[in-house]
């Protein structure tokens, strides 16, 4: 048997991107030339907003003043989640160090960069789990400036729950634009920032191709495209909860791929069969997105076996891996491609959007292949040290010379030479190519 497609898309989750390029690329441009005014021209003009971009701690403090105490509480259940399995992934990278050869010693430091900053979305939805997600981790890592920068709204500025969670996650700063013009302000330094040194966080394809752009300059966590999720469901699984799963990520935009992975072909027909109720069931909004996104970008593949299931979802590599199957520690031994994964229906992706612990920037359109999420390990950079006794160095720079010689490269073959000149005088070395 081979895959049978119940459901094929119609469309791929791509943009004009040359368009969206040039663009972005003047954006930016205009941005660096004119620094801190031009960039308030581009918030008047996207996002419509003329107010203090650089929010005082008055303003921090009033915004969240406006904050209900529940959804307070319900911040900091999260970012307490958030931190502590940051505190665990942090404790797994430490410096250590060897002894390569008798007194020759090398070592490896780990150094939270200076400066991050994160992009939460705050036009359709105000992601107020972007804001935990970023911060918290960059404060884990010990970044010393963290700047948090959202759309503001027309007369509002930042939504209050945003910079409610931004100011209790960590962050220094508190940036009310959006956009290609907040991207800029944080990688450039502008109305007193430090420049940036990795930019992270979701946004729109303006905000991403201005990260890609700009990526060299200022590290980035990834470049992500829309949000994909993927279902392997066999026959026992609950249909109504799996087309329930497919529906709450397809309403993320009208561009969010979700698929669906079984060996029961029943199942597949019972959940086809269930989407569009779910979807009409929404408010206004969701339900265009989430409408849209079904009708042409999601797929329903009937494999033959398990073993094809798990193929089929490796080559898929999704953002968002769901398994609601049997035999749960078999699909977390046989999977290997996937941003986040969620095992068993008693878990679901969206506690990983707001509130488990794990991190929701998530590597898309197959990215998940070569490279896992944000965490706080990307803020932190690996570096090496060495350091020798003289007659620690004695071998390696015999070893050294000859190589570099044998490469042509006599420069690098000079400096062990002279440091076996002065250590080891009237010593004869061989240290030609050849050997």
């Known amino acids: 048997m081979t895959r049978e497609y119940l459901k094929k898309a119609s469309l791929t989750p791509a943009s004009d991107a040359s368009e969206v390029h040039a663009t972005v690329k003047s954006i930016l441009a205009d941005i660096e030339a004119g620094r801190d005014d031009k960039a308030r021209e581009y918030a008047a003009k ?19 003043d406006l904050v209900p105490e529940k959804l307070k509480a319900d911040i900091r259940f999260a970012h307490d989640n958030v931190r502590r399995f940051a505190e665990l992934q942090k ?26 900053g994160c992009y939460v979305p705050g036009g359709r939805y105000s992601h107020i789990a972007s804001a935990i997600m970023t911060v918290t981790t960059a404060s884990v890592a010990g970044c010393k400036s963290i700047t948090a920068c959202s759309p503001p709204r027309p007369g509002v500025g930042v939504a209050p729950a945003i910079v409610y969670a931004a100011h209790i996650c960590g962050a220094h700063n508190i940036l009310a634009m959006g956009g290609v013009q907040g991207v800029a302000a944080m990688t450039y330094g502008l109305f007193g920032l430090p420049r940036a040194n990795i930019l992270v966080g979701p946004g729109n394809q303006f905000v991403a191709e201005a990260k890609r752009i700009l990526f060299g300059r200022v590290g980035i966590d990834m470049i992500a495209g829309p949000t994909d999720s993927l279902i392997l469901a066999d026959k026992d699984a609950d249909a109504h909860i799996v087309a329930t799963d497919l529906v709450s990520q397809a309403e993320h935009g009208y561009n969010s791929p979700v698929w669906l992975v079984t060996d029961d072909r029943d199942l597949a027909v019972k959940v086809m069969d269930m989407v569009p109720g779910l979807i009409d069931d929404l408010p206004e909004l969701n339900r265009e997105n989430a409408f849209a996104a079904w009708r042409d970008y999601a797929e329903v593949i009937v494999c033959k076996d398990r073993e094809d299931m798990a193929a089929c979802s490796d080559e898929y590599a999704p953002e968002h891996l769901t398994v609601q199957a049997a035999d749960l520690d078999w699909w977390l031994k046989k999977l290997t491609c996937y941003g986040s994964l969620f095992l068993g229906e008693e878990t679901t992706v969206s506690y990983g959007d707001k509130a488990t612990g794990t991190n929701h920037v998530l590597p898309t359109s197959g990215a998940a292949s070569y490279t896992g999420g944000l965490s706080v390990h990307k803020y932190m950079k690996i570096v090496t040290w060495q350091r020798a006794t003289r007659d620690g160095s004695k071998a390696v720079a015999e070893a050294t010379a000859r190589i570099s010689r044998l490469e042509g490269m006599e420069g690098h073959a000079r400096a062990a030479d002279v440091r076996l000149a002065k250590y080891f005088p009237g010593e004869n070395f061989d240290l030609s190519a050849d050997g």
């Open 91 to 116: 404790g797994t990278t430490t410096d250590v160090e060897m002894e390569i050869t008798p007194g020759f010693v090398a070592g490896q430091k780990v150094i939270p960069v200076d400066a991050a």
């Open 46 to 64: 996207f996002d419509r907003y003329e107010g203090n971009v650089l929010m005082t701690q008055d303003e921090i403090d009033a915004a969240c």
